[in-house]
């Protein structure tokens, strides 16, 4: 499967533990962008990652949250003390280019969602 | 954060009818993007569009990229019970790396 790779699919977590989602790009992207989605809502940009450098981090809390995207391996998107209202759907995409025009597509994997009970 | 003003919200339509829904930005725009997003799974990249005035089909769908380079419209010809789920625009601006997406239209489709 060529395509963004998400995992877990799906994880439950209690209140104050920790959350790691990760995030493996296509095939030859290096631009990686994780949005958030809460029920029935949009897309809400959280940060945007190059490898081993943060771009634009200005959608993500300050606080507990934190992503990278080192030289090897995949992209890690990581919640600390996790609370009920970080519950919702974590989207991974990742584009060739990282602007508009050809090759700037943005492609999504199927998405982490995160339970905090 | 902006958003993009999708419309409309929601739609419930019968079997067979065409289906019409656009995005409109107060920013121009060089590349629009419409995904489709099916419960439980991630939004699918349906149709791209790069120059203002480009119609563009893929199948049963045909998106347009507005002339002011401020909006775009997806139409849906013949729907049928798979086409259900939420379809999302997207915009971004030549010279930046960040696409905004509009809020979504929610299409029901009645067999």
């Known amino acids: 499967n060529a395509g963004v790779m998400q995992n877990p699919r799906h994880l439950v977590r209690r209140r104050g533990q920790e959350a790691r989602l990760r995030c493996s790009p296509m095939?030859?992207?290096?631009?990686v962008y994780w949005y958030r989605q809460l029920p029935e809502e949009g897309l809400k940009f959280m940060v945007y990652l190059q490898k081993e450098n943060i771009i634009d981090e200005s959608g993500m809390p300050k606080e507990r949250f934190s992503a990278e995207f080192p030289k090897e391996g995949p992209s890690i998107l990581r919640i600390q003390q996790v609370v009920r209202g970080d519950s919702a759907a974590y989207f991974c995409?990742?584009?060739?280019?990282?602007?508009?025009?050809?090759?700037?597509?943005?492609?999504f994997g199927e998405g982490s969602r995160l339970t905090v009970l | 954060g902006q958003q993009l003003n999708q419309s409309p919200q929601s739609m419930f339509i019968q079997e067979g009818e065409d289906v019409s829904m656009n995005c409109t930005s107060s920013s121009i725009f060089n590349t629009w993007l419409w995904y489709k997003q099916e419960p439980g799974e991630g939004p699918v990249l349906l149709i791209a569009?790069?120059?203002?005035?480009e119609l563009t089909s893929n199948g049963r769908l045909t998106a347009q990229f507005g002339i002011t380079r401020k909006d775009s419209f997806l139409n849906i010809s013949a729907s049928i019970p798979s086409d259900v789920g939420i379809y999302f625009c997207?915009?971004?601006?030549?010279?930046?790396?960040?696409?905004?997406f509009g809020t979504g239209t929610r299409l029901k489709v009645l067999a």
């Open positions: 569009l790069y120059k203002a005035g």
């Open positions: 995409a990742s584009s060739l280019r990282g602007t508009s025009g050809l090759t700037g597509e943005l492609f």
């Open positions: 095939k030859g992207h290096s631009h």
């Open positions: 997207a915009g971004i601006t030549s010279g930046t790396y960040k696409y905004i």
